[in-house]
């Protein structure tokens, strides 16, 4: 700032001594010519005493409408509050249920599990001493046993032994193996990445 104070120093004294003053007549003639008139009191309207009472019957149903106006909706946010209310207890109690049905199947589990390595130990421990059963069934076949008749015919089927077979238990259906899932299809720029290696 100090250099250009000392550039312009000779200049300004320059200037200022051709530059002349102008006047401003002009202006105070505008503002004096403006100024608005003063404003006239306007006249109160004059009522007579049916208007005057017919004004205060009208002023007394708006206020009762009012009043009818703002209890109904002062009703209609207590009722809509009310719902609010109600459907949140509603979210949260059907929450807790959610939560005490997961812990009630986390508790079964837990008993289940406990009760599985209860088995497994007993069964352990049976395992340890070894029982062995006694043959209630003779190992050796039976014998034919021929009936001797005094008539000369001899059924045949009179001498043979029926000896029951068990029947071998029909083998439950084989499950079908699993079917292999299509492979997904690879989109253009996934097999030009894979192509690219190549």
Do not use: C, W
């Not at 209310?85 to 508790?107: D, I, R």
């Amino acid at each position: 700032m100090g250099k250009e104070k000392e550039l312009f120093e000779g200049v300004a004294d320059e200037e200022v001594s051709e530059v002349e003053v102008a006047e401003p007549v002009a202006e105070v003639e505008t503002e004096v010519a403006v100024e608005k008139p003063a404003k006239k009191p306007r006249k109160k309207r004059v009522l007579t005493e049916e208007q005057k009472e017919r004004l205060r019957e009208n002023l007394k149903k708006g206020r009762e409408t009012a009043l009818r106006n703002r209890q109904k909706k002062a009703k209609l946010k207590k009722i809509d509050k009310e719902e609010k209310v109600n459907a949140e207890e509603q979210k949260l109690s059907a929450y807790l249920k959610k939560k005490q049905e997961k812990e009630n199947a986390l508790t079964e589990v837990q008993q289940l599990r406990a009760e599985l390595k209860a088995l497994r130990e007993e069964k352990a421990k049976s395992a340890k001493i070894k029982v062995v059963p006694e043959p209630s069934e003779p190992t050796h076949k039976p014998k034919k046993v021929v009936k001797k008749e005094t008539v000369n015919h001899i059924v045949e089927e009179e001498n043979k032994v029926i000896e029951k077979e068990p029947e071998p238990e029909p083998e439950p259906p084989k499950p079908e193996p699993p079917k292999p899932k299509p492979k997904p299809e690879m989109s253009r720029k996934q097999l030009l990445k894979l192509m690219k290696g190549i």
